[in-house]
């Protein structure tokens, strides 16, 4: 009666800038043209998810999609966004929609803000789409649409007689253009002819500004990931021993790439730097920088380090702590491009220019560059591997992790001395590349905020809700709970765990008694991603965790924390057990099989139950939770078997999310790597950047580079309880 694979170029091809009104009434005559009759004897004809060829519907459930990392339940949810490719709060909207029509139905009241060529790219991006519901679904959907056989497909419709064809007649008889049936068709034969081949590459339709939360949609599936190369100890950033790492980390950073070299190179007599460009000089520090030690200035803002960008003015009120200072008049004055390093973590690079007059800890030494020295220069090859290796070498103590960096011993080192204006060069040249650097990973760490935001949402239903959508639900009485299935019970973290019990309090444990390579202490900065992360730093002495035995932790405790950032736990494993509970911590040592503990722990990092700790927070300079309001909380508990389903299931679904986390967070690590040997080449005369010109994109400010700082801070001064920050 039909072809089975009737053309739909006058639809899926042509570019949206053609667009006109002339083309709208062609395609009008077109549609007329491109009417179907079928026969639902001989054909495939779906309608409903629930019967056997629904999996073919966009509305089934059962194939979800994966776009730059982004998990999409159904291919109608990702058709319907992007009809909004300028609002990515309305594609975050219909995403986070469970249901197929829901996400449909979401998407109705902006209707009316379609991209402009909707009409026109449709067509496009449901092939696009179906594609990538193939290439994410292989096994399922590729034998779904190899059972249809040679029958035509039909999207059966009461209304719709573009997408599907309407019944009319006797009901044996279905009438429309069925665009969403012949591309199913398309595919089809594509899976016959090219096999596994068909579902690689799947590269995005073109048509302008195609986006997902305001980051272009990338090749999908079937793209084999080159491995970063294994970071060279030797040989320059621009040769080919680099090559792939480069390829791999800058593939959407457009660095711009110096190649060429000095014409002569002299020898320097340091052994960290060989050869140096002709014309350039060794000198000791004391030539190039004066001490700076002005006290008395207890109006200006208090400045701290950071081990990747330098230094820069505190926030005081927004960061991970509010800051109450005393004793600023001791505080050193650092003047606007004056050089501050920390005397004891300079070697790890804590060290950078001031970008405005301020103040740093009594424990920082402060210098001013003489008019020969660029102090962003100087900021950037003091940063070096190299270099910090011969800051060690410089600096005295007793234990090596706290030697200490004096002046004395600062004004003796040697350090390369370009030509003024080939500091500035090199100056501009990284400011301008770090900007490129910076959008890099701010982009991938918006998508690491987008996925872990999506991970939450997975979790905070599952363990709410539970995994059957049909079950009756009661109210739990709890305001950060809502609603649960009837069968749950709820109780109070004090019945699942007795004696809950917070870390020793400052009285019993003070600063003195920390010391390098001891018996941990675990504070909420050491609880990562659901583990143990100790800082041999943060640690004291065996008769000091005898002293404070009663807090010694013990195999499947679950600790929390119960300050800063409230919810973040993790399970005490083997290789912890008899580590100390911090002061910010407390622990938690659950009642055998009161419940279980993945599922605790699920439940006590959900952002439920993270908001209401913070309402009910007490402390004025960060949240704080004691023990009577941890131990007041009420929990959901599932029956234990259904808590091992819903962490199954959790484990399950989030494994796409975790993994396209993990590969953004390598590339983020790849990239600095690549940052840090563009630095070492450029400030020691590796590369020749006299002729580097800024492009029109190299405009630099320091909202760009916010980007580039380590995710904490290195603080001015030391906390009094061996806290990180």
């Known amino acids: 009666m039909v072809s089975a694979v009737p053309a739909l170029h006058e639809y899926a091809n042509g570019s949206a800038q053609d667009v006109c009104q002339s083309d709208r009434r062609r395609s009008l005559m077109a549609e007329r043209d491109q009417t179907r009759t079928y026969s639902r004897k001989e054909s495939v004809v779906f309608l409903k998810t629930d019967e056997p060829f629904g999996g073919l519907s966009n509305m089934a459930g059962g194939y979800p999609i994966h776009v730059n ?7 109608e949810a990702l058709y319907q966004v992007c009809r909004f490719p300028h609002l990515p709060d309305v594609q975050k909207l219909i995403i986070g929609q469970v249901s197929p029509m829901t996400a449909k139905m979401r998407s109705k009241p902006y209707r009316k803000d379609s991209r402009p060529d909707w009409d026109q790219v449709r067509v496009r991006i449901m092939r696009w789409s179906l594609r990538m519901k193939l290439a994410n679904n292989w096994n399922t959907f590729s034998a779904l649409l190899l059972k249809t056989g040679e029958r035509p497909i039909v999207e059966e419709s009461r209304k719709d007689a573009f997408w ?15 665009v969403l049936g012949r591309l199913l068709m398309e595919l089809r034969e594509q899976v016959k002819q090219q096999g596994r081949n068909a579902a690689l590459d799947v590269a995005p339709p073109d048509i302008p500004q195609f986006l997902l939360f305001g980051r272009p949609i990338e090749v999908a599936v079937g793209v084999p990931t080159p491995q970063p190369a294994e970071a060279q100890e030797q040989g320059s950033l621009f040769g080919a021993d680099t090559a792939v790492a480069v390829e791999v980390a800058v593939a ?23 050869d140096i460009p002709e014309g350039w000089q060794v000198l000791r520090n004391g030539r190039l920088f004066g001490h700076r030690v002005e006290t008395g200035y207890p109006d200006l803002p208090i400045l701290e380090v950071s081990l990747r960008t330098g230094v820069r003015v505190r926030d005081m009120e927004n960061g991970k702590r509010k800051q109450v200072m005393s004793q600023k008049e001791n505080y050193k004055r650092a003047v606007k491009g004056d050089i501050a390093y920390n005397m004891m973590r300079m070697w790890q690079g804590a060290v950078g220019p001031a970008p405005v007059d301020g103040l740093v800890s009594p424990a920082y030494v402060v210098v001013k560059p003489f008019a020969e020295a660029n102090s962003a220069y100087y900021s950037y090859l003091f940063r070096t591997q190299a270099y910090m290796r011969e800051v060690n070498k410089f600096s005295r103590g007793i234990v090596a992790d706290r030697n200490r960096l004096y002046w004395e011993s600062f004004k003796q080192m040697p350090s390369l001395v370009p030509p003024r204006p080939e500091q500035d060069q090199i100056v501009a040249y990284l400011h301008a590349q770090d900007a490129h650097i910076a959008r890099f990973i701010k982009a991938k760490r918006d998508l690491i905020g987008l996925l872990a935001e999506q991970r939450l949402c997975i979790i905070d239903h599952a363990i709410t809700r539970g995994l059957d959508a ?19 019970e709820t109780v109070r973290l004090r019945q699942l765990s007795p004696s809950l019990q917070t870390g020793p309090f400052g009285s019993q444990l003070h600063a003195s008694d920390y010391i390098d390579g001891g018996i941990p202490v675990i504070n909420p ?14 640690s004291v002495d065996a008769a000091t965790a005898a002293r404070l035995s009663r807090h010694r932790l013990a195999e499947n405790d679950v600790i929390f924390a119960r300050r800063g950032e409230l919810g973040r736990c993790a399970l005490v494993t083997t290789k912890e057990v008899g580590w ?18 993945d599922f605790l722990m699920l439940v006590l990092s959900s952002p439920g139950l993270r908001a209401h700790l913070r309402l009910y927070s007490v402390g004025s300079t960060m949240d704080n939770a004691n023990t009577a ?13 259904e808590q091992q389903a819903i962490c199954r299931w959790i484990a399950d679904e989030c494994q796409p999310l975790d993994e396209a986390i993990a590969r953004a967070e390598d590339e983020i690590k790849l990239i600095r790597e690549y940052r ?16 580097w010109q800024p492009g029109p994109d190299e405009a630099v400010s320091d909202d760009d580079l916010a980007a580039l700082g380590d995710d904490e801070a290195e603080p001015a001064e030391e906390d009094a309880d061996g806290e990180e920050n």
């Open 676 to 691: 840090d040997r563009l630095i070492a080449d450029a400030v020691t005369g590796q590369v020749d950047l006299r002729g």
């Open 629 to 641: 309001i941890v131990g007041n909380i009420r929990v959901p508990m599932p029956p234990g078997a």
């Open 525 to 538: 900065s050491h609880l990562r991603a659901g583990a143990i992360i100790a800082d041999d730093r943060c």
């Open 252 to 274: 959407r950073a457009p660095v711009a790439q110096a190649k060429t070299v000095y014409e002569a190179y002299r020898a320097s007599g340091l052994p960290w730097v060989p």
């Open 470 to 488: 049909a079950v009756a639900l009661k109210p739990s009485g709890i305001e950060w709970l809502g609603e649960v299935p009837e069968h749950w």
């Open 164 to 178: 599907g064809a309407k019944v009319v007649d006797d009901g044996d008889t279905l009438v429309g253009m069925n």
């Open 580 to 597: 100390l509970c911090g002061t910010g911590s407390l622990r938690m040592r659950l009642r055998p099989d009161a419940i279980s503990t």
């Open 69 to 75: 990392g982004v998990r999409i339940l159904t291919s």
